[in-house]
């Protein structure tokens, strides 16, 4: 490591807000957001972590997701998260996101059409909003904005702004919203 | 030489400045070259990394694949340069669907990757290590990266905006 510089995590160019998809209590005092790849093993392994640490701060914390797709290595992953969008344009955004991340193995057109059938989505609106790629302007202003804000894999976790630079394990993140939760407390 | 660069190895690295040195280095297996200053009239983004098919230089070249929408925003061209050969180079951008040329530094070998203050002596390799290119053949901004660290496209971005206002969407 070049001594050079002291060291600042990058920070969010594009604060949480109200294009995001955000879940947990409005009056959080932290916000964790995710830059995610729907196909990318690592976003599967870190998902029943956020859930769990959901669960374990349900007062304290929201969580907010941004699509991250790397298309060339997880060529599922631009249709997984433009179906995740359409269902969000349906008020279903986090039952799909969650249905995907348990489904990781079967993410073809069919597999996710079959999933918007069973989570109750217009799939005529559906399949309209596929075929146009309603949505992936969307989606590449997620990328944009991570790339901007210093993602450069997946996953990579943002707590109140700041760039989570250690793992993802439970223990590891309990104590970054913690740090963050006693920061805001100051 | 070696001990100093151990402890600040962008000590030598090529600054904002410097005239970007030439090379003309094998770009495809059947013969075809890259020469750097055929290039001049447009910001070229030179990546050098340490070898194909490893992990981190797999991230992050993906990830500038990617990106190449915003290379071809502002016009400029990425070039990937390591030692491996060009064999290497062709299978490993079959296999990732890299999209941009990868340059084989590889007889001599990293004689370019020296000539830029970017060659680990130690391993062999090339260092992780960007440039911006300006339109006129000199370095606009440099950056060494740790080795294991893949160092994202912010930096390059925001190097190619402030070079020039974009070409037009």
Redo the contacts between chains.
């Keep these: ?4 510089q002291s060291y600042h995590a ?1 920070r969010l160019t594009l604060p949480a807000g109200a294009r995001d998809h955000i879940r947990g209590p409005i009056d959080a005092r932290v916000t964790l957001l995710e830059y995610g790849d729907y196909e990318c093993p690592f976003c599967g392994a870190a998902y029943p972590v956020v859930k769990q640490l959901e669960e374990l701060m349900p007062t304290d914390l929201r969580f907010a997701f941004r699509h991250f ?5 997880h060529p599922h992953a631009e249709l997984a998260a433009e179906a995740a969008e359409v269902a969000g344009s349906q008020r279903r955004f986090w039952q799909m996101h969650d249905w995907i991340y348990e489904h990781q193995d079967t993410l073809e057109p069919g597999d996710l059409r079959r999933a918007a059938g069973t989570l109750g989505l217009d799939l005529g609106q559906y399949d309209a909003d596929v075929e146009s790629h309603r949505f992936a302007p969307h989606i590449r202003e997620d ?2 904005s991570g ?7 997946t996953p990579t976790f943002f707590i109140n702004g700041v760039r989570h630079d250690g793992d993802y394990e439970l223990e590891t993140l309990v104590d970054a919203v913690r740090t963050a939760l006693l920061a805001g407390a100051r | 030489m070696n001990e100093y660069r151990a402890t600040n190895p962008a000590a030598d690295l090529l600054a904002p400045g410097a005239a970007a040195p030439d090379f003309d280095l094998p770009a495809t297996p059947d013969g075809n070259n890259l020469r750097l200053s055929t290039l001049r009239g447009k910001p070229v983004v030179l990546v050098f990394y340490p070898a194909d098919w490893s992990p981190v230089c797999t991230d992050q070249l993906s990830l500038y694949n990617e990106l190449m929408p915003e290379w071809q925003r502002f016009n400029a061209e990425l070039l990937g340069i390591s030692v491996d050969s060009i064999w290497s180079h062709k299978a490993w951008a079959k296999e990732k669907k890299l999209r941009f040329p990868l340059l084989a530094d590889f007889e001599p070998k990293g004689a370019v990757s020296r000539a830029y203050g970017a060659y680990d002596e130690a391993s062999g390799m090339s260092e992780r290590a960007l440039f911006v290119v300006d339109h006129d053949g000199k370095i606009s901004w440099s950056y060494l990266s740790p080795i294991n660290v893949n160092p994202g496209a912010d930096g390059i971005l925001a190097a190619l905006e402030s070079l020039a206002s974009p070409v037009a969407r």
Aim: hydrophobic share 35%; net charge positive.
């Design positions: 490591m070049s001594p050079r990058p797709p790397i298309t060339t290595l990328f944009i790339v901007r804000s210093g993602v450069n894999g």
